[in-house]
């Protein structure tokens, strides 16, 4: 999906300067306008009952909206002096996006308080406009395309955006002083499968309006699909980690086999372990470079991300598993050298399961990809058992958005740098780089390397300390002969215990 260059777009107009123009015209900002009553539960059983019937999908807005191209698309955004509980006491600004170009349809929105939710109805005048906008037709199919929350992160008065609900179930956040990199979703079905994707839509929101002293702000969200619908309530803390609490309920139409479960969206092009395939003057590229699982038996896996020539499927069989996420852990300018994407100060994303998830996979899908502008990275959980028709499936779990959200508690040395390359005396080497702590002993001969690859061609294998990190760095070197594929594992063991997380990696020819 094309949507790293469209999404900064819009974090860039979020900070252009504003005109005068919605001031001038007196106009007094979002406006609120049937009202109902509302309860979180109204939101499950407006799906449960949607499940009952056959999927309608909603209206599309005029055609006028839906040819804009991508500069006519750029030429329209929200003047924030119109956003939800501007000029007020509440510690949350909602901004909302227009519809239109990749947003067909669109989006209701309600502002609910004291137990009533308020809609936001559509105007084209929160919206400044250049010249190059065209004349558009208003009518009743309209409505925004998605939301932005803003609060009060480093100076007070002034709101910074930390997180975007925008297009299918995509949605987004960073940290205090991060920048966009990757996305989540709220269902993922048949991701990669050869007969095609299906995309859940949130088709709805409701926010809560928060008392002035509060820190967290809770939205809830109907997901409507032609497989399932769904019901979500986040809670979300903005900070220097932004944590959404997520909770749902998800109504099946027909029975989901191929259900991902928190999925999380990225994109890598290329980093050292493949350098040779991209001229380009950047030594990587990419929003998160691995995947990191703490699995329900404790161990700790660090799986490094490729950009395959083929699709390529991993599944971490687990039972009841403690998190995953996808990470960004080079946090230093000089390792991406990109003035303008900024790498290094891309979030990485945690999932930290609540309640019994039982057996079933952490599923990694690679996807190829010859361009930064394409997320070619997802993960998901998924249950050993599909969902049945006419069944439902609740899950709980929480999401940190931020520079290194990761397991709890005591945890391995983690594997900061991988490189992979020819040597010239034959066969392609492996340096893979760990941290150093105090767990790691003067005399490196004390430690143990388990080192394992689904083809036995290893050799000169060798644990050695990088002098500038002082940590433990592993080689090996191995000669792929006429394989197409190879499965690497490698861990550093001290004294009968593990002193590092398990590398993981998957070798494909190119």
Known sequence: MIRREFLSTLAALALSPLSARAQEAGEPGLQLGASEPFDPQSVVERARAMAAEEYQPRPQIPESWVSLNYDQYRSIWFDSRNALWENTDTPQR??????????????????????????????????????QFPEVEIDGTLGYSGLRLRAELEKPGVFQEYAVFQGASYFRGIGTGEIYGLSARGLALDTGEADGEEFPDFVAFWIERPEPEATSVVLHALLDSPSCTGAYRFDITPGDTLRMGISATIFARTELSRIGIAPLTSMFLFDETMRGRFSDFRPAVHDSDGLLIHTG??????????NPLTLQFSAFVDNNPRGFGLMQRPRKFSNY????????????????PQGDWGPGAVVLVEIPADKEIYDNIVCFWRPAEPVPAGGELSLRYTLDWGDAPSPTGDQPLRAVHTAIGGHFGGGIVAAIDFETSAL???????????????????????????????????????????????????????????????????????
């Open 94 to 131: 909602v901004d909302v996006f227009p519809p239109g170009l990749y947003f067909p349809q669109a989006v209701a929105l309600y502002s609910v308080e004291g137990g009533i939710a308020h809609e936001v109805k559509f105007d084209l005048g929160v919206f400044d406009r250049t010249d």
């Open 297 to 306: 038996f404790g161990e700790v896996l660090w799986r490094q991300l490729a």
């Open 337 to 352: 050298n990109d003035l303008e994407a900024l790498y290094h100060k891309r979030p990485s994303a945690w999932i930290t």
């Open 440 to 510: 790691v002993p003067e005399d490196l001969s004390r430690i143990e390397l388990s080192l394992r690859a689904s083809k036995e061609s290893l050799t000169h294998q060798a644990v050695q300390r990088n002098p500038e990190t002082n940590g433990p760095r592993i080689t090996f070197t191995f000669d792929p002969g006429e394989e197409d594929l190879i499965e690497f594992r490698a861990q550093l063991r001290l004294d009968g215990a593990a002193l590092s997380e398990v590398w993981l990696y998957r070798w494909t020819k190119s």
